[in-house]
């Protein structure tokens, strides 16, 4: 039988973590230490510390994170959604770290008074090459076009530049809508944001490693019944507000 990479991951002394550092909460460079931050950077450490070894934050653009795991350029990938499509590719830990609510963007002057109003042949709505967004949006909206950009940074850009009607996104919105108070979100009747998809959160690796993907699953219930996660999330979130500012003009 082939060794486990988690036996090799502590033989060696390190996990390969994949990361795209930004400005979300999700994921990001601290302005003052540099050192990785948010989300991944958090679990990252915790993941490393209960290996017993150190973290090493491999970052490359968002689309490649799958790829680089089928590789082996990277262990794992910390924040990934649990699609049936990704499914097919990686295996992801039963257990969900988080699970973040979708939001409509789009522009205050807009037209759009409700989320039907999406679902029609003229309407644009922005979604990221490979996203869970895609997804919901050809569910959601069958009778929409869908324009297919690069990255959720571009999906927003088209709304605030009228290219696109509306995107989906969650993690981007706050920042997003903080720094353009032109672009708002889409509401029910009683003001509150309509959600129009939620998406659980999971570490996922590259499959046939049933010994590594057993630990990780025990790591994944012991932490979260610890309650460590949401202990994490409550700190990223605090922290991520009060360097919000130097993050994007860094």
């Known amino acids: ?18 990361a795209y550092w930004g400005e979300t909460s999700a994921q990001y460079l601290d302005p003052d230490s540099g050192e990785p931050a948010g989300l991944v950077g958090l679990v990252g450490e915790l993941l490393a510390d209960d290996l017993g070894v150190k973290p090493e934050f491999v970052n490359m ?3 490649d994170h799958i790829d680089a795991l089928l590789n ?5 990938s910390i924040k990934h959604t649990n699609t049936p499509e990704r499914a097919f ?6 257990e969900s770290i988080l699970c973040e609510e979708g939001r409509i963007v789009i522009l205050s002057s807009n037209d759009l008074k409700k989320e039907a109003d999406l679902n ?3 309407r644009i709505i922005s979604v990221a090459k490979g996203s869970s967004q895609e997804v919901h949006v050809r569910e959601r909206y069958p009778l929409a076009q869908v324009k297919i950009l690069t990255d959720a940074q571009e999906t927003l850009d088209t709304v605030l530049n009228g290219q696109a009607d509306a995107c989906l996104h969650d993690t981007k919105v706050p920042g ?13 009747d009683d003001g509150q944001p309509i959600t129009p998809y939620k998406d659980c959160v999971h570490p996922c690796i590259k499959p046939g490693d049933q010994r590594f993907l057993n630990w990780l699953n025990s790591w994944m219930a ?15 979130e605090v922290v991520h507000k009060e360097k919000f500012d130097r993050l994007v003009t860094k």
Not at 89 to 94: C, D, H, K, M, R
Not at 227 to 236: Q, W
């Open 1 to 18: 039988m082939s060794k486990s990479l988690l036996t090799g991951i502590r033989e060696r002394g390190f996990v390969r973590i994949s």
């Open 61 to 63: 653009v968002w689309e």
């Open 72 to 76: 082996d350029q990277v262990d794992i």
């Open 89 to 94: 590719n990686v295996e992801f830990t039963i």
């Open 120 to 122: 029609q042949a003229h």
């Open 176 to 188: 997003f809508l903080s720094l353009h108070t032109e672009c708002t979100i889409l509401t029910k």
């Open 222 to 236: 012991f932490n979260k019944a610890a309650g460590k996660f949401d202990r994490i999330m409550n700190e990223v």
